[in-house]
């Protein structure tokens, strides 16, 4: 065989390699929120939220964070503690907003760093707001298109509540 011959085998091995190595990747990525410490698991809360959805519409990058607060309330006869709150992307942050306005967090995607334990009781009929703030530029200019983000919270009995936001992010 000739050397010509030997390098193009070599480089189409390597390069076949590399395709296969990406594509693990990926494929790890799409359940990183649900295989996390402390994530989603399949029970449901028993916390409530009369909004569980919200689309942005059309954001621009050029104008920063978008914001959006949901409610979240304790319909049952006990406390419930709200033990950890979780996105799917590290472009999303929530907060755990308290009766007197004060804020906890913020909470993050698992594995980009420190992400504190919730640790919010919430009493019977009580509510609080989950506060869920989306950073378009945070993907640079390569996030632009529709996004989809999810925030979990997880109660100590290991129920989840889910927050879902979409937008259409333009330059």
Known sequence: MSKTAITAFA??????????????????????VQGAP??????????TSPE???DFGTISMKNWNVTKEFTVTNPTDDDI???TVLTSCMCTTAFIVKPDGTAKGPFSMAGMGYVPPANETIKPGESRVV????????????????IDRFVMLTDASGGTLQFEIKALVTP
Do not use: M
């Open 52 to 54: 569980t959805f919200y």
């Open 11 to 32: 480089v189409i091995f390597v390069l076949t390699g590399l395709f296969i190595w990406g594509a693990a990747g990926r494929a790890g990525t799409t359940a990183s």
């Open 38 to 47: 402390g994530a989603a698991s399949n029970a449901k809360s028993a916390l």
């Open 131 to 146: 506060r869920v703030v989306y950073d378009p530029n945070a993907h640079g200019p390569a996030g632009v298109g529709q």
């Open 81 to 83: 503690t709200i033990s």
